[in-house]
């Protein structure tokens, strides 16, 4: 039976967390850092890990032995920074959307539409996806739930993100889009 074995600071895949970096080892667990799930300790004896890149600790730039390099290692840390500190990612809107208007219009037509700044809707669409990402750290964290739970849940998340993709349109930067199933890493 194959076993992990990437030294630290190698890039590996894993089928449901996605492209991960190897932090530490022990004689059997790996732990890998996922940036969009978070660390996770893996069972040495799972097999469903692949190999993405080696690592390149002991070459110029790449950390010495057993260490990642300054540039894997400053993502972990800003991606822990955004998950946990207080302060919420800037996330822009789109501008052709700056100061615009969203009529919500009746299908009768007595009735008034309504209208609501795009910006303000914006603002709501973005609390939404941070209060899905604080669950989701939640989950990721909860001692109480089994890892195939914790998986169940992620998927439910994963589908929650897809079903959010038509509001893709309004955000600036491509890399801060509602990503589903499909769009996963």
């Given amino acids: 039976m194959e076993t992990i074995d990437f030294a630290i600071g190698t890039k590996v895949e894993h089928p449901q967390f996605g492209v991960g970096v ?18 996770k300790e893996i069972a040495n004896s799972f097999t469903g890990i692949k190999l993405v890149e080696e690592s390149h600790a002991g070459e110029p730039g790449g950390g010495g032995p057993g260490q990642i390099s300054l540039a894997e290692l400053e993502k972990v840390f800003t991606s822990v ?15 052709r959307w700056k100061k615009g208007l969203m009529i919500l219009k009746p299908g009768s037509d007595q009735l008034k539409p309504k209208e609501i700044p795009i910006d303000t809707f ?44 038509t509001f893709n349109v309004l955000f600036k930067h491509k890399s801060q889009y509602f990503v589903g199933e499909r769009g996963t890493e």
Avoid at 144 to 163: A, V
């Fill in 122 to 165: 914006f603002k709501k669409i973005v609390l939404i996806r941070e209060r899905l990402r604080v669950m989701e750290q939640r989950i990721n964290n909860n001692s109480k739930l089994d890892e195939e739970e914790k998986i169940n849940l992620q998927q439910y998340i994963t589908r929650i993100y897809g079903s959010l993709t």
């Fill in 81 to 95: 920074l955004m998950r946990y500190a207080d302060f919420p990612e800037m996330v822009e809107l789109g501008d």
């Fill in 22 to 39: 190897v932090t530490k080892k022990s004689l059997t667990t790996t732990r890998v850092f996922f940036l969009h799930k978070g660390d």
